[in-house]
């Protein structure tokens, strides 16, 4: 259970980082980018922070405003989902 846990947080947290780098790539302040998804400055401060694993809907509206994928959005968390099979 506990390494579970873990393994999500740990998702997320690479999840974040890869959202706040494509935002700080694009010059989009976190207001800018919560205005694009539709949510608060806050919402996006804790996703980049990596304090939840997003829905797949959520993934899908931070892909769309950032211009990428959603399997850019998750591409450092499919590494770290690998070595945890391993």
């Known amino acids: 259970m506990v390494k579970h846990r873990q393994l999500k947080q740990d998702i997320a947290d690479a999840i974040g980082r890869r959202i706040e780098m494509l935002r700080r790539d694009r010059g ?44 850019s959005l998750v591409r450092s968390a499919d590494t770290i989902v690998m070595q945890d099979l391993s």
């Open 28 to 71: 989009m302040t976190q207001a800018a980018l919560a205005e694009l998804v539709g949510c608060c400055p806050q919402n996006v401060s804790r996703m980049e922070a990596g304090c939840y694993l997003p829905r797949l809907d959520t993934l899908a509206l931070y892909a769309d405003a950032l211009g990428v994928s959603m399997s």
